[in-house]
C-alpha cells in the first residue's frame, strides 16, 4: 500500500467555502509536502513542512503536521473556482533518499 | 525564467520503438528526477540524479536509462516502447535533494500502441 494516502479522494464544495484534505503515512520522514496539479499541467510545489515542525502557513493555505498520528492536512480557506485541482501530499522518508506521493486529492470548487 | 522544460509534449510510438525525453532546468539546481504518473497510482520515481555525474533508480526503473548530460540536463530513454510504459512523465529539479521543493515540468504524454 501507499506511504502517503491522501483522503478523501474526491472533494466537491461552493466557492467560498474551506477545504480540508488529509495524508497519512506510514514509516518515519524528514519532511511533508503538498503540491497542486491543474488538470494536463505539472506540479505545483505549495508548502513544505519539517518533521520538528506542527504547523505552516502561506497565505490561504494551512497546513498541519502530527508526526505521532503519522498524518498532515491541508486546509484552503476561503475557496475559489481557480482552487479546482488535485492535490498530492509527499513524504520525504526518513534515512533513504526518496520523496513518496500518494495518489491524490481531486478538489472541486463550485461557483 | 522557463524554469524545468520538457520535450517532447505529446509522443505516440508503436511497441518496440525507442525514444529520448529530454528535460532541462535553468535554475541550477543540482538535483533532477523522473517520474511517471498513471491514473489511481500516484506519481513513481523511475530514475533521479542526485548531483552532475551520478544517477540512481527509482521505483520503476525497468525499461529505462537515464543520462545526466551536464547539470542543466537530464534525459529519460525508452530503448524498446511496451504499452505498459504509456504514461506521462515529469521531469522535476530540486537544488538539493529530497529536503528540498521540487519544480516540475510540464509533462510528456506519452502512448505506446
Known amino acids: 500500500s501507499q506511504q502517503g494516502e491522501e483522503d478523501p479522494q474526491a472533494l466537491s464544495i461552493q466557492e467560498g467555502e474551506n477545504a480540508t484534505m488529509n495524508c497519512s503515512y506510514k514509516t518515519s520522514i524528514n519532511n511533508l509536502q503538498w503540491y497542486r496539479q491543474n488538470s494536463g499541467r505539472g506540479l505545483v510545489h505549495l508548502i513544505l513542512i519539517r518533521s520538528n515542525e506542527r504547523e505552516k502557513h502561506s497565505g490561504r493555505l494551512r497546513v498541519t503536521l502530527d508526526t505521532s498520528k503519522k498524518s498532515s492536512s491541508l486546509l484552503i480557506t476561503a475557496s475559489r473556482a481557480a482552487d479546482t485541482a488535485s492535490y498530492f501530499c509527499?513524504?520525504?522518508?526518513?534515512?533513504?533518499?526518496?520523496?513518496?506521493f500518494g495518489q491524490g486529492t481531486r478538489l472541486t470548487i463550485n461557483p | 525564467n522557463a524554469g524545468v522544460t520538457q520535450t517532447p509534449k505529446f509522443q505516440v510510438l508503436k511497441t518496440g520503438q525507442s525514444m529520448t525525453l529530454q528535460c532541462a532546468q535553468d535554475m541550477n539546481h543540482n538535483s533532477m528526477y523522473w517520474y511517471r504518473q498513471d491514473p489511481g497510482m500516484g506519481l513513481r520515481l523511475i530514475y533521479y540524479s542526485a548531483s552532475e555525474g551520478t544517477t540512481d533508480k527509482g521505483e520503476v526503473p525497468n525499461g529505462y536509462n537515464v543520462s545526466r548530460l551536464n547539470k542543466r540536463e537530464f534525459s529519460l530513454r525508452l530503448e524498446s516502447a511496451a504499452p505498459s510504459q504509456t504514461s506521462v512523465y515529469f521531469c522535476?529539479?530540486?537544488?538539493?535533494?529530497?529536503?528540498?521543493?521540487?519544480?516540475f515540468g510540464s509533462g510528456t504524454q506519452l502512448s505506446v500502441l
Open positions: 522535476a529539479s530540486s537544488e538539493a535533494g529530497w529536503s528540498e521543493k521540487l519544480f
Open positions: 509527499a513524504t520525504g522518508l526518513q534515512g533513504a533518499q526518496k520523496l513518496v
